[in-house]
């Protein structure tokens, strides 16, 4: 069965930095493009970064833009989000997600929570 499974979350505070993780299993993960989406309370979810099944191209949300990276290990079927300079606007929770043609899957979140 198809899983992605997010961990590295946690309390930051404003300045400081996370990676957060997206483990995947019960798929050929080297074939999907991955993506982290975020939502904040009270607002819709939005995209803030992509990468292609190769890990050749990343794409990003203007507002993490320079502050934020995308990775993808094929070897370990894991996706990465290195979150750097973090913003109280970053608290929310983080999602992944991996696309195949009409095909997605999405992991359960993690809560990323920026404050002093």
């Known amino acids: 069965q198809e899983q992605l499974v997010e961990s590295g979350g946690g309390l930051v505070q404003p300045g400081g930095s996370l990676r957060l993780s997206c483990a995947a299993s019960?798929?050929?993960?080297?074939?999907?493009?991955m993506s982290w989406y975020r939502q904040a309370p009270g607002k819709e979810r939005e995209l803030v970064a992509s990468?292609?099944?190769?890990?050749?191209?990343?794409n990003y949300a203007d507002a993490v833009k320079g502050r934020f990276t995308i990775s993808k290990d094929n070897t370990k079927n894991t996706v990465y989000l290195q979150m750097n300079s973090l913003k109280p606007d970053d608290t929310a929770v983080y999602y992944c997600k991996a696309t195949y043609f009409i095909l997605n899957y999405w992991g359960r979140g993690t809560q990323v929570t920026v404050s002093s």
């Open positions: 019960g798929f050929t993960f080297s074939n999907y493009a």
């Open positions: 990468i292609t099944s190769d890990g050749g191209t990343t």
